[in-house]
């Protein structure tokens, strides 16, 4: 997929540390990006997820959503490192979400963090 995008990585505190404006991407897709790396951070989840999990709760969708710099859409993914918190990727300008979040993932692989945060509850080998 060759689209022009912006890649924002953040901390663990969601504070910003690298921007990436690829020619040609929108220019409302910084701070989408940026946005969606900390929503990912800020709930250690990617964020897309995390608005699945709360949609039925009228009161949290509009708790979470009202929250300056959270934006609770596919293209934000934590960046694990040793099953811990390193940061996060927020992914924006692609024509769909799911656009965004297959370019995040693919910069997760390709950064060697891990994929995801282990559930809670799952058992430790």
Same mark, same amino acid.
């Given at each position: 997929m060759r689209v022009p995008v912006t890649v924002v990585i @953040?901390?663990?505190? !969601? @504070?910003?540390?690298?921007?990436? %404006?690829?020619? +040609?991407a929108p220019l409302v897709s910084v701070q989408t990006a940026i946005s969606k790396a900390y929503a990912a951070a800020a709930i250690a989840m990617p =964020?897309?997820?995390?608005?699945? *999990? $709360?949609? *039925?709760?009228? *009161? &949290? @969708?509009?708790?979470? &959503?009202? %929250? =300056?710099?959270m934006a609770l859409i596919a293209g934000g993914l934590p960046l694990l490192a040793d099953g811990q918190? &390193? +940061? &996060? $990727? !927020?992914v924006a300008g692609a024509m769909t979400g799911a656009d965004d979040r297959r370019i995040a993932e693919a910069a997760v692989a390709a950064l060697g963090f891990q994929p995801e945060m282990p559930r809670r509850g799952a058992q430790e080998e």
């Open positions: @953040v901390d663990e505190s !969601g @504070v910003l540390k690298e921007l990436c %404006r690829m020619d +040609g =964020p897309d997820e995390f608005y699945t *999990a $709360i949609e *039925a709760d009228g *009161a &949290a @969708v509009a708790s979470f &959503a009202g %929250r =300056p710099g918190l &390193a +940061g &996060a $990727i !927020g």
